[in-house]
């Protein structure tokens, strides 16, 4: 199994980059997180996973190992391949997606393009337990956070935001300010729309 390649970056598009690791170059697959993780200098390092099927062999490369990992549970699960895995780690952070299956935040596995409802329901019975135990999510810290956030939106809906840009602006809050209180939340979502 190929766990990393360290190399000169040769080519960086948003969906692969190429590595130069001893004159042979390595197409990996990337999300657009690692993307956005690879610094514009010639060496490089990236994370790797190995998808061996009978007609291909494909690297996907990843910037820390924890968005591996998160990666690798999600293929676990039966509907989820390695391009649906991808899109969901280009569409959210590996943290997003740990708090929103610990949290059973369907919605959120559900925004993801191309997961509907059966599948995302899947993935959080599928991994839960498993998200909760290997990173010891604090189950109640983080319901505690889901609520604030929750009642925070609906005020904000009930003042006449737009319910879109509200959550945006609320996500930005609660990821900066995780222990940000209901009244405090609302404060700073004002400010900001």
């Known amino acids: 199994m190929i766990t990393h390649i360290q190399g000169k970056l040769v080519e960086k598009n948003p969906t692969d980059v190429v590595i130069d690791c001893n004159g042979?170059?390595?197409?990996?697959?990337i999300s657009l997180h690692t993307f956005s993780q690879i610094p514009n200098e010639e060496h490089l390092k990236l994370?790797?996973?190995?998808?061996?099927?009978?007609d291909s062999h494909s690297l996907y490369g990843f910037a820390s190992i924890g968005e591996r990992d998160v990666?690798?549970?999600?293929?676990?699960?039966?509907?989820?391949?390695?391009?649906?895995?991808?899109?969901?780690?280009s569409s959210l952070t590996p943290k997003q997606i740990?708090?929103?299956?610990?949290?059973?935040?369907v919605a959120l596995i559900q925004s993801v393009k191309g997961i509907g409802l059966k599948t995302a329901q899947r993935v959080i019975i599928d991994l839960k337990d498993k998200i909760i135990k290997i990173y010891d999510i604090?189950?109640?810290?983080?319901?505690?956070?889901n609520t604030n956030k929750d009642e925070a939106l609906s005020a904000l809906e009930v003042l006449g935001f737009a319910k879109k840009q509200a959550e945006?602006?609320?996500?930005?809050?609660?990821?900066?300010?995780?222990?940000?209180?209901?009244?405090?939340?609302?404060?700073?979502?004002?400010?900001?729309?």
């Open 71 to 89: 990666f690798r549970l999600l293929i676990s699960v039966s509907g989820i391949g390695t391009n649906t895995a991808r899109t969901m780690l």
């Open 138 to 145: 604090d189950e109640v810290s983080v319901n505690k956070s």
């Open 47 to 54: 994370y790797t996973h190995l998808q061996v099927k009978e």
């Open 24 to 29: 042979v170059g390595y197409l990996i697959n």
């Open 98 to 105: 740990k708090e929103g299956i610990a949290t059973e935040d």
């Open 168 to 193: 945006k602006v609320v996500e930005k809050i609660v990821a900066s300010e995780p222990d940000a209180n209901v009244e405090t939340i609302i404060k700073l979502a004002l400010k900001n729309l």
